[in-house]
């Protein structure tokens, strides 16, 4: 059974910083491509960023470029959203994917 655990999101000012992180388990991690999704309530979810299994391609929705960063940690079957300079547009819930699978979401809101 595919499981996807978001963690990290919270209330942040704007300027600040997050780390989110996303635990996989019940699939062959390091081989996979991982993304990072968010949606804001009522819109579709967007593409924020995806990094390939062996971590070495990374592709950036060009509103986070610059900003945010993904990277992973295959030992730990983890994926990261490490996220800087953060705007109130930047608002959303965040979800990782794995081949398909959606984990429930963190919460990530910007504002002062």
């Known amino acids: 059974q595919v499981q996807l655990v978001e963690s990290g999101g919270g209330l942040v000012q704007p300027g600040g910083s997050l780390r989110l992180s996303c635990a996989a388990s019940?699939?062959?991690?390091?081989?996979?491509?991982a993304s990072w999704y968010r949606r804001v309530q009522g819109k579709e979810r967007d593409f924020v960023a995806s990094?390939?299994?062996?971590?070495?391609?990374?592709n950036y929705a060009d509103s986070v470029k610059g900003r945010f960063a993904i990277s992973r940690d295959n030992a730990k079957n983890t994926v990261y959203l490490q996220m800087t300079n953060l705007k109130p547009e930047d608002t959303a819930r965040y979800y990782c994917?794995?081949?398909?699978?959606w984990g429930q979401g963190t919460q990530v809101t910007v504002s002062s």
């Open positions: 994917n794995v081949v398909g699978n």
């Open positions: 019940g699939l062959t991690f390091r081989f996979l491509t």
């Open positions: 990094i390939s299994g062996d971590g070495i391609r990374l």
